[in-house]
């Protein structure tokens, strides 16, 4: 059976074509939170974020996989950008943690600071696209959030 993936991108519009404006996305997410968190709470809402995001990480990973983890990061970048996601850099990468940077964020970039960070699906997709390759669960947060006046968007993945 074919995944979910290649099911969603059929997309059949000849004349509007796969594109929609950011601010499209950004309704959809922010409206979509509102209820999640009436419905589930503020946590329950976030975690909901995540593991949506972590479960696409998982199955680009599957998509974009390297044996050599410097491509496959690279196959990752190369995604987020053509996507439009945003811009991977990574900030650091060591045994205890890998901080990958978003710069243009799909989510958060130009927004003013409004107190909090927001970006929960895209620390789920930066952690399932990591659990993919090291093929077990780790933990991640989002450590800095333009949403947050940080000036960045930012994902910590704990290594161990
Ligand atoms: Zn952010």
Do not use: W
């Amino acid at each position: 059976m074919e995944n979910v993936l290649e099911q969603i991108s059929k997309v059949k519009r000849d004349k509007l074509g796969t594109d929609i404006p950011i601010v499209i996305f950004r309704a959809l997410r922010h409206f979509t939170s509102i209820y999640a968190s009436d419905l589930l709470g503020e946590k329950g809402a976030n975690i909901l974020f995540v593991n949506a995001g972590r479960t696409l990480g998982k199955e680009l990973g599957k998509v974009l996989y390297d044996q050599d983890i410097n491509r496959y990061l690279s196959n990752v970048s190369d995604f987020v950008k053509k996507e439009k996601i945003g811009i991977i850099n990574v900030a650091e990468f060591s045994d205890e943690k890998l901080v990958i940077q978003l710069d243009e964020c799909i989510t958060c970039a130009g927004m003013d600071n409004i107190g909090k960070r927001i970006c929960f699906f895209e620390v789920g997709l930066v952690l399932g696209i990591v659990e993919y390759y090291l093929g077990k669960k780790l933990s991640a947060f989002e450590s800095r959030c333009n949403a947050n006046g940080e000036g960045v968007c930012e994902v910590t993945v704990i290594l161990k």
